[in-house]
């Protein structure tokens, strides 16, 4: 039994389109609360941080959208996780992708004793700077700003120093910008693409990833819903098709598991506004289910 405290952050400023702000609702709605309690954990949500809504708050100056209030945003949320009791597993309900600056940040400071690896699980690298984004949208920035890079309000909001590289490992890349291709070579991130899946399969893909993290304590494992095929999980904001399958992401889960290394989760950018009567929830909720546990037989 585990003690799993869910956290909502209902944020879509980080993003390029709205309604990925109802995303933790959906997931509560899918009972992801009940279906992680049925496992035997214990389970306690502690509801959501507030979160100003684009509408209330300035762009901002410079090319980092809502940049001073996605700070503030992520600075509540490394708070709340850190300040969780030392057994808690901290479960952070999306939400855009940013918000994951405060949930890292957060799972770091929570257990300060441990070296904290960090599983990205998704289709975009996130790996953006002001400086080289497209669309200045901060949801494609995070895992830069938590290794050092970009915009410094972001950069020191969550009161952390910055990753190490080898503490990091990207899985499941297909849709990646020059100059964050150019960031993984010259930084020396592993990343793992769905051209790896294709060639060696999601077992042997998730032992590499494993094994590049073999020399921290604990998992931070990030998953981002675009990761999944979007005849798998339509709702979601930024899809690209040829994603991972539904059993391909079960076993990525089941492997995390067994394990026995994941210290905290979280589980982003599900948009109820354009999926299909809940089902990319549901689909997340049934992985979150694997993660911690769930097996056929």
Same mark, same amino acid.
């Given at each position: 039994?585990?003690?799993?405290?869910?956290?909502?952050?209902?944020?879509?400023?980080?993003?390029?389109?709205?309604?990925?702000?109802?995303?933790?609702?959906?997931?509560?709605?899918?009972?992801?609360?009940?279906?992680?309690?049925?496992?035997?954990?214990?389970?306690?949500?502690?509801?959501?941080?507030?979160?100003?809504?684009?509408?209330?708050?300035?762009?901002?100056?410079?090319?980092?959208?809502?940049?001073? &209030?996605? +700070? !503030? @945003?992520?600075?509540?949320?490394?708070?709340?996780? $850190?300040?969780?009791?030392?057994? /808690? #597993?901290?479960?952070?309900?999306?939400?855009?992708?940013?918000?994951?600056?405060?949930?890292?940040?957060?799972?770091?400071?929570?257990?300060?004793?441990?070296?904290?690896?960090?599983?990205?699980?998704?289709?975009?690298?996130?790996?953006?700077?002001?400086?080289?984004?497209?669309?200045?949208?901060?949801?494609?920035?995070?895992?830069?700003?938590?290794?050092?890079?970009?915009?410094?309000?972001?950069?020191?909001?969550?009161?952390?120093?910055?990753?190490?590289?080898?503490?990091?490992?990207?899985?499941?890349?297909?849709?990646?910008?020059?100059?964050?291709?150019?960031?993984?070579?010259?930084?020396?991130?592993?990343?793992?693409?769905?051209?790896?899946?294709?060639?060696?399969?999601?077992?042997?893909?998730?032992?590499?990833?494993?094994? &590049?993290? +073999? !020399? @921290?304590?604990?998992?931070?494992?990030?998953?981002? $819903?675009?990761?999944?095929?979007? /005849? #798998?999980?339509?709702?979601?904001?930024?899809?690209?098709?040829?994603?991972?399958?539904?059993?391909?992401?079960?076993?990525?889960?089941?492997?995390?598991?067994?394990?026995?290394?994941?210290?905290?989760?979280?589980?982003?950018?599900?948009?109820?506004?354009?999926?299909?009567?809940?089902?990319?929830?549901?689909?997340?909720?049934?992985?979150?289910?694997?993660?911690?546990?769930?097996?056929?037989?």
């Amino acid at each position: 039994m585990r003690d799993i405290q869910l956290l909502g952050v209902p944020m879509d400023l980080g993003a390029g389109r709205r309604g990925v702000d109802m995303g933790a609702s959906a997931l509560r709605l899918a009972r992801l609360g009940d279906t992680l309690a049925q496992l035997g954990h214990r389970v306690r949500d502690l509801g959501n941080v507030e979160v100003p809504v684009a509408e209330s708050v300035p762009h901002g100056a410079g090319s980092t959208r809502y940049g001073d &209030a996605i +700070a !503030h @945003v992520c600075a509540t949320v490394a708070a709340t996780v $850190a300040g969780l009791p030392a057994a /808690a #597993v901290p479960v952070v309900l999306g939400g855009d992708h940013a918000v994951a600056l405060g949930s890292v940040a957060g799972a770091v400071r929570h257990a300060p004793e441990r070296r904290t690896g960090v599983l990205w699980i998704d289709a975009h690298a996130d790996l953006n700077t002001p400086e080289t984004s497209p669309s200045g949208n901060v949801h494609g920035m995070p895992l830069a700003l938590l290794l050092g890079h970009g915009d410094e309000r972001l950069r020191v909001a969550t009161g952390i120093r910055p990753l190490r590289t080898e503490d990091v490992v990207l899985l499941g890349l297909r849709s990646v910008d020059p100059e964050e291709r150019r960031f993984i070579r010259e930084h020396g991130v592993t990343a793992l693409t769905m051209s790896d899946v294709d060639r060696n399969g999601i077992a042997e893909v998730t032992r590499t990833a494993l094994a &590049a993290l +073999a !020399h @921290v304590d604990t998992l931070h494992v990030s998953f981002d $819903a675009d990761v999944l095929d979007p /005849a #798998v999980a339509p709702g979601v904001g930024t899809p690209v098709p040829g994603g991972l399958g539904y059993r391909e992401a079960h076993l990525l889960m089941e492997s995390l598991h067994e394990s026995g290394r994941v210290s905290s989760v979280d589980l982003v950018e599900v948009n109820p506004i354009l999926d299909h009567g809940n089902r990319t929830a549901g689909v997340v909720v049934e992985l979150a289910a694997s993660l911690f546990g769930r097996t056929i037989l």
